[in-house]
């Protein structure tokens, strides 16, 4: 494993504890913000350690919906369309300041830590 793709995988695992510790909490609205902007920070940490995992398998992608498809296809990933529900609903941050908007990226959010979890594990 290169450099770069160890560090991304434990940046990855570190947000995820966090994620995993906000949603442990009773739910607030501090807390569901908190939730949020840890959904986004892991994420972010995931769609880059498939986008190193897939140059370090000679495959090239940029954006993340290419990265999250090329990591199914590479068997990093084993659901495909619940990883590009994610990056839905990280998309949608931009306009948190809808209350349903929230409350949707909110109930993606906690299930986030069960799929990073499995990209982990595929890595290790």
């Known amino acids: 494993m290169n450099n770069k793709l160890h560090s991304l995988k434990e940046n990855l695992s570190k947000a995820n504890k966090r994620l995993k510790e906000v949603l442990a909490m009773e739910e607030t609205q501090v807390n569901q913000d908190a ?27 940029n954006s993340p919906k290419n990265c999250i498809r090329e990591a199914g296809v590479l068997e990093l990933v084993d659901d495909v369309e619940k990883w590009l529900v994610f990056l839905e609903a990280r998309n949608s941050t931009a306009h948190i300041y809808d209350a349903s908007m929230a409350k949707t990226v909110f109930k993606e ?11 982990l594990a595929k890595l290790s």
């Open 35 to 61: 939730t949020i902007q840890r959904f986004e920070f892991c994420f972010e940490l995931a769609w880059k350690l498939m986008k190193e995992y897939a140059k370090d398998q000679g495959v090239v992608c």
């Open 109 to 119: 959010a906690k299930s986030l830590p069960e799929y990073t979890d499995k990209l």
